[in-house]
C-alpha cells in the first residue's frame, strides 16, 4: 500500500497550492479519505476528509471556506485546493486512508489504516 503525497512548495500569503496524494495497492473507491498537517513544535491535526463515496466532506475550523478535498476515483487520487494560504499554513502535510467503508468523523478522530509521507507547504513573505 502506497499513498504519495506532492504538490508542496513555499508561496507568498494569498496564493495558493493544489497537494494531490496518489493512492495504490487498495480499493481506493472504498476507503475515507483525509488530509492532517503538522507544524513545528505542535501535534499533528486533522485538515479536512472526505468519504468513500465521495459525498461528504469535513474540514477543520481553520481551513473552512479556503481548502477544498475532492477524490477523482478513475485515477485513485486525492486532492486538496488551498486558497488564500497563511503563513499559519505553513506545515508538512499528509494524506491518510481510514478504515473501509469508514466515515469522515472517524477519519478526523484518528481511524487511520494508512498514513503517507509528508509534503511541506510553506507560506512566507
Known amino acids: 500500500v502506497q499513498l504519495q503525497a506532492s504538490g508542496g512548495g513555499l508561496v507568498q500569503p494569498g496564493e495558493s497550492l493544489r497537494l494531490a496524494c496518489v493512492v495504490s495497492g487498495i480499493n481506493f473507491s472504498i476507503y475515507p479519505m483525509g488530509w492532517f498537517r503538522q507544524a513545528p513544535g505542535k501535534e499533528r491535526e486533522f485538515v479536512a476528509t472526505?468519504?468513500?463515496?465521495?459525498?461528504?466532506?469535513y474540514y477543520a475550523d481553520s481551513v473552512k471556506g479556503r481548502f477544498t478535498i475532492s477524490k477523482d476515483y478513475a485515477k485513485g487520487t486525492m486532492y486538496l485546493q488551498m486558497n488564500s494560504l497563511k503563513p499559519e499554513d505553513t506545515a508538512v502535510y499528509y494524506c491518510?486512508?481510514?478504515?473501509?467503508?469508514?466515515?469522515?468523523?472517524?477519519?478526523?478522530?484518528?481511524?487511520?489504516?494508512?498514513w503517507g509521507k509528508g509534503t511541506q507547504v510553506t507560506v512566507s513573505s
Open positions: 472526505i468519504t468513500w463515496k465521495g459525498g461528504g466532506t
Open positions: 491518510a486512508a481510514g478504515q473501509r467503508y469508514g466515515t469522515g468523523p472517524q477519519l478526523r478522530g484518528g481511524s487511520i489504516d494508512y
